[in-house]
C-alpha cells in the first residue's frame, strides 16, 4: 500500500514536469479513510467520526478543477491541518515551506503588530511569489475592511492573484462583496468570529457557493472574547456555534474549518480535538 501511495505521488510529479509549459495541471488528492457505507461495514470497530466525508473530498476535487487552481500542478491535496504563520517573521515563514501541515495561512492579521504590517504584506507577497510551500495550499488572511490595513491588503493580494483568502470578522454577506470583485478566481474562506456573524451565517455562506474550495472558518478565540465566556479544554460552550457553522458549510456545499487551537499540553488537544470531530 505505501509502495503504491508513493508511486502515485512520483507519476503525479512526473506528469505535472512533462505538462507544464501547457495549460493542463495535474494533482492527486490523497484522503485518509472515506466515510462510505462499505468503509463502515468493512470496518466496524474503527472510529468513522475520524474519516473523511464524500461530501468534502468532492469540494477538493471541484476546487483543482476550476480556475482558482491554475498555479497548482504536481500537488498531493490533502485538507486535514491549517497552521498559520506571522508573515513578518521570515524564519517561520521559511520554516512552514518544508513542513507537513496541508494548507499554509500567512498571517497579516491577530499575528502581526501594528508596526508592523506594511512589511508582513510585502513578505508575504515576496513568499508567495517565490514558491518552494511543500504544503499544497499557501493563502493569506487579510487584515479586517474596517482596519488602516485591509484596503492594501486587498489590493496587494489582488495583484498578486492569489488562490486562497481568508478573511476576519465577516458578519454580512456584503462584507464578502468586495473581495469578490476583486478576486474573481480565489477560494474565501470567511472567519465567523462574532455573534452578529452567527445570526447571518447561513446568508454568508450562500454567497460563497460559487466558488470552488470557499469554506466557513470558526474563530474561537474572538468569539469568546465577544461572549464573555471561558471555552474551557473541551470548548463546551462553543459548541452550539460550532454545530451552526458546519451545519451552514454543509448546506451550501463549503468546507467548514475548526478553529486554531490553543493547547498548551497533550491531554487539553486531545480533548479539543475528539470535539472538533464529534
Given at each position: 500500500?505505501?509502495?503504491?501511495?508513493?508511486?502515485?505521488?512520483?507519476?503525479?510529479?512526473?506528469?505535472?514536469?512533462?505538462?507544464?509549459?501547457?495549460?493542463?495541471?495535474?494533482?492527486?488528492?490523497?484522503?485518509?479513510?472515506?466515510?462510505?457505507?462499505?468503509?463502515?461495514?468493512?470496518?466496524?470497530?474503527?472510529?468513522?467520526?475520524?474519516?473523511?466525508?464524500?461530501?468534502?473530498?468532492?469540494?477538493?476535487?471541484?476546487?483543482?478543477a476550476s480556475p482558482a487552481s491554475r498555479a497548482m500542478t504536481?500537488?498531493?491535496?490533502?485538507?486535514?491541518?491549517?497552521?498559520?504563520?506571522?508573515?513578518?517573521?521570515?524564519?517561520?515563514?521559511?520554516?512552514?515551506?518544508?513542513?507537513?501541515?496541508?494548507?499554509?495561512?500567512?498571517?497579516?492579521?491577530?499575528?502581526?503588530?501594528?508596526?508592523?504590517?506594511?512589511?508582513?504584506?510585502?513578505?508575504?507577497?515576496?513568499?508567495?511569489?517565490?514558491?518552494?510551500?511543500?504544503?499544497?495550499?499557501?493563502?493569506?488572511?487579510?487584515?479586517?475592511?474596517?482596519?488602516?490595513?485591509?484596503?492594501?491588503?486587498?489590493?496587494?493580494?489582488?495583484?498578486?492573484?492569489?488562490?486562497?483568502?481568508?478573511?476576519?470578522?465577516?458578519?454580512?454577506?456584503?462584507?464578502?462583496?468586495?473581495?469578490?470583485?476583486?478576486?474573481?478566481?480565489?477560494?474565501?474562506?470567511?472567519?465567523?468570529?462574532?455573534?452578529?456573524?452567527?445570526?447571518?451565517?447561513?446568508?454568508?455562506?450562500?454567497?460563497?457557493?460559487?466558488?470552488?474550495?470557499?469554506?466557513?472558518?470558526?474563530?474561537?478565540?474572538?468569539?469568546?472574547?465577544?461572549?464573555?465566556?471561558?471555552?474551557?479544554?473541551?470548548r463546551a460552550p462553543l459548541h452550539w456555534a460550532m454545530s451552526?457553522?458546519?451545519?451552514?458549510?454543509?448546506?451550501?456545499?463549503?468546507?467548514?474549518?475548526?478553529?486554531?487551537?490553543?493547547?498548551?499540553?497533550?491531554?487539553?488537544?486531545?480533548?479539543?480535538?475528539?470535539?472538533?470531530?464529534?
Amino acid at each position: 500500500y505505501g509502495a503504491a501511495k508513493l508511486g502515485v505521488h512520483a507519476l503525479t510529479q512526473s506528469l505535472a514536469e512533462e505538462l507544464k509549459a501547457t495549460s493542463v495541471t495535474v494533482n492527486a488528492v490523497l484522503p485518509s479513510i472515506i466515510d462510505t457505507p462499505q468503509n463502515r461495514k468493512d470496518m466496524p470497530d474503527a472510529d468513522p467520526a475520524a474519516w473523511v466525508e464524500p461530501k468534502d473530498l468532492a469540494a477538493v476535487i471541484l476546487f483543482l478543477a476550476s480556475p482558482a487552481s491554475r498555479a497548482m500542478t504536481g500537488a498531493l491535496m490533502l485538507a486535514r491541518s491549517v497552521l498559520y504563520v506571522p508573515a513578518s517573521r521570515a524564519s517561520a515563514v521559511e520554516k512552514a515551506r518544508g513542513l507537513e501541515a496541508d494548507v499554509v495561512i500567512l498571517d497579516l492579521e491577530d499575528a502581526v503588530g501594528p508596526d508592523d504590517k506594511d512589511a508582513a504584506r510585502e513578505a508575504a507577497i515576496e513568499a508567495l511569489t517565490a514558491g518552494g510551500f511543500r504544503p499544497a495550499t499557501v493563502g493569506v488572511r487579510l487584515n479586517g475592511s474596517a482596519t488602516p490595513w485591509g484596503a492594501e491588503d486587498l489590493t496587494a493580494a489582488a495583484e498578486a492573484r492569489l488562490d486562497l483568502i481568508v478573511v476576519p470578522k465577516v458578519e454580512t454577506p456584503a462584507a464578502l462583496a468586495p473581495i469578490k470583485a476583486a478576486m474573481p478566481d480565489a477560494a474565501v474562506w470567511a472567519m465567523i468570529e462574532t455573534p452578529a456573524a452567527l445570526f447571518a451565517v447561513d446568508a454568508i455562506a450562500a454567497t460563497l457557493t460559487d466558488r470552488p474550495g470557499s469554506a466557513l472558518m470558526l474563530g474561537s478565540n474572538d468569539l469568546s472574547a465577544a461572549l464573555g465566556c471561558d471555552p474551557g479544554p473541551d470548548r463546551a460552550p462553543l459548541h452550539w456555534a460550532m454545530s451552526a457553522v458546519v451545519a451552514a458549510a454543509r448546506a451550501h456545499d463549503l468546507l467548514a474549518i475548526d478553529a486554531v487551537f490553543n493547547a498548551p499540553n497533550a491531554a487539553k488537544a486531545d480533548a479539543g480535538g475528539s470535539t472538533a470531530r464529534a
